[in-house]
């Protein structure tokens, strides 16, 4: 089937719907003059039937504003797609960059899981020293010793005491002597702590 698309483009004062006449295959075309809404204006049209397909003829004014429209749209779906170009690429940025942070938060996990089965574990294996080798929170004090009090030469003494943590109480005795003493106990390592 053949299909003749009819634009003929003129100035709408030149003609009217009387005076404009169409033929397809030899024959006369019924042309109608309608009222359109184009590009919010309402135009004076002409509409024709080819073998059941409508055809319009519209001015020239009518189709320079539409061609424009069209452009017009284009260049805004350009600026659209752009935008989706650029938002696409910075969701898969953003996407890559919580992948990363997941893996990140999850090392950092494994991290404090390790670091707090190493701490578990150096516990554990300082309750055991202390169990072996008997060091206790508690104990008994037992001492030997000399002493030179004024005017006599040097005499042995003893002495028996208690400790707790790092305070030691102990009684020593001796001929002639006997004293009471107060202790802490300071580990030598103590300054070390402090330069940290």
């Keep these: 089937m053949t299909r ?29 003059a309608v009222q359109m809404q184009l590009s919010g204006w309402t135009h004076t049209v002409w509409k024709t039937e080819i073998d059941g397909v409508a055809h319009f003829v519209l001015p020239q004014s009518v189709l320079d504003s539409l061609l424009k429209k069209i452009e017009q ?43 707090a089965a190493l701490y578990e574990g150096y516990k554990s294996m300082y309750r055991d020293l202390k169990r072996i080798m008997g060091i206790s929170e508690l104990a008994l004090l037992l001492s030997l010793g000399v002493v030179d009090p ?8 003893g002495g028996v005491g208690v400790a707790l943590r790092a305070w030691q109480v102990s009684y020593r005795f001796g001929r002639d002597y006997r004293g009471v003493e107060v202790g802490l106990r300071w580990p030598i390592g103590w300054w070390t702590r402090l330069k940290r």
């Design 150 to 157: 004024p005017g006599g030469g040097w005499r042995p003494v």
């Design 4 to 32: 003749l698309w009819l634009v003929l483009c003129f100035l709408p004062a030149a003609l009217s719907a009387q005076a404009l006449t169409m033929q397809y295959r030899g024959a006369p075309l019924p042309v109608q």
């Design 73 to 115: 749209q284009q260049a805004i779906i350009q600026r659209h797609e752009a935008t989706l170009s650029h938002t696409q690429s910075l969701l898969e940025k953003y996407e890559r960059f919580a992948r990363a942070a997941h893996e990140h938060v999850a090392i950092q996990k494994q991290l404090i899981d390790t670091t």
